[in-house]
Structure formats: C-alpha cells, structure tokens
C-alpha cells in the first residue's frame, strides 16, 4: 500500500532554520517531490529527489533516504512569505504522484 | 504568459445540477491531470490524460468524466452534483521528459 507521513503544523521564527521530514511507505518508488502551496493557490514544485542524499538550491535543501523511506525539506534564512503547507509526494511505478496531506509551517516573527 | 489556467476560479451550484470546470495549458505539455483536494488538503488524483488518452483512472464515480478535446485542454465534467463534491479541484500538465507537475490556480466548487 501507499502510505506518507508528515507533521500536521509546524512553527518557526524568520531568520531562523526549519526541517520537515517525510516518512513513506511505497510499492514502487520512482523518486520523491516537494511542492510548496501557500493558502488559496496551487501547489508549486521545489525539489525533486531521485538519489540518495542532499540536493542544495538556493535557501531550500531537500535529503532523500531510499533505505530508511525517509526525505527531509530544509529551509534557511526563513522569511514570512515561506508561510505555506509544503507538501511530500512520492512517484510510484506507474509515475503515479502519492501525496501526503502537507505540512502547515508558520512562521513568526 | 505561459501557464496552466483553470475557469471558472469558484463554482457555486445546487445539488443535483451538471457542471463543467475547463482545463488549458499552454505549455506544449503531453500529460494533463485532474486532482481533487478536499477539506484535509489531501491532493487525490482524479484522471490522468496522455495524447488524448486516459491513462488513469482512479475509484471516482462515474459522475466525473473527463473531457480532452485536443493535446492543451482537458475538461472536467460532473453530473448531478453531491454534497461531498464540495473541494477544490486542481488541472495540472508535466511534460514527457520531466516527471515535474504544473498545477493550475485551481476551482473552487461548492455544492449546496
């Protein structure tokens, strides 16, 4: 079955450094998504992992752990506009998106 | 601009009533998908369009039929509206050499 965990809410203070994990279950994996979806809009793509380990861009990073079915999004130097549900979603054998039900992040200042 | 547009951006209709939510993109995109997001933000897969050819399916009613008139438009049609349909619905494209989706800004639909 498909199955992907995330925190429900998380908080953090602009300037500071945030870490969302995602835990997943899969029956195939093709590789592993993360969208960013402020309130009211659609979801936009940030990183995508395929590989194990960490890819860099910018303020955000994202780490992909084949192994352990585990990812993380990193973001640094956080700003009020990063407020917003960042979703986890994995691709499954059929390049299927398996989504997760997001992270709400708010930051304060 | 190039984009995935949705129309209309809120929909708001009695049970019981047919709607359509129109779907383009412009992007040269060869894959187009219907999403469902509900009130717990989960973002279900609906339908799934490849050079006019549904390639998904998942367990939606039959209700739902998707419409894909050509390669940059795929068309949502629902029938006799339910409560339950009450979500936003998002259109999303990706091309064929990059598994990255493209989301349109979504519809809004109410169903009272």
């Known amino acids: 079955g498909q199955n992907i965990d995330q925190p429900t809410e998380m908080t953090a203070t602009e300037g500071a450094i945030v870490q969302i994990n995602c835990t997943y279950q899969?029956?195939?994996?093709?590789?592993l998504f993360w969208y960013q979806q402020h309130a009211g809009e659609a979801p936009t793509f940030l990183s995508y992992?395929?590989l194990d380990g960490l890819e860099e861009k910018g303020r955000f990073s994202s780490f992909l752990s084949r192994s352990k079915g585990y990812s993380y999004l990193l973001l640094k130097e956080l700003q009020m506009k990063d407020s917003a549900s960042y979703l986890c979603?994995?691709?499954?054998?059929?390049?299927?998106?398996?989504w997760g039900a997001g992270t709400k992040l708010i930051i304060k200042p | 601009d190039t984009a995935v547009s949705q129309t209309p951006k809120y929909l708001v209709t009695q049970m019981g009533n047919d709607k359509s939510i129109k779907c383009e993109q412009n992007?040269?995109?060869?894959?187009m998908y219907w999403y469902k997001q509900d009130s717990k933000k989960f973002l279900k897969i609906m339908f799934s369009?490849?050079?006019?050819?549904?390639?998904i399916n998942e367990t939606v009613p039959n209700r739902f039929s998707p419409k894909s008139p050509d390669k940059a438009h795929l068309n949502l049609h629902i029938n006799s509206l339910e409560l339950g349909d009450s979500a936003v619905y998002f259109c999303?494209?990706?091309?064929?050499?990059?598994?990255?989706?493209?989301f349109g800004p979504g519809t809004r639909l109410t169903v009272l």
């Open positions: 979603a994995t691709m499954d054998s059929n390049y299927q998106l398996i």
């Open positions: 899969t029956s195939g994996f093709n590789g």
């Open positions: 369009y490849n050079n006019k050819e549904l390639i």
């Open positions: 992992n395929v």
């Open positions: 992007l040269g995109h060869d894959t």
């Open positions: 999303a494209s990706r091309p064929k050499a990059d598994y990255t989706q493209y």
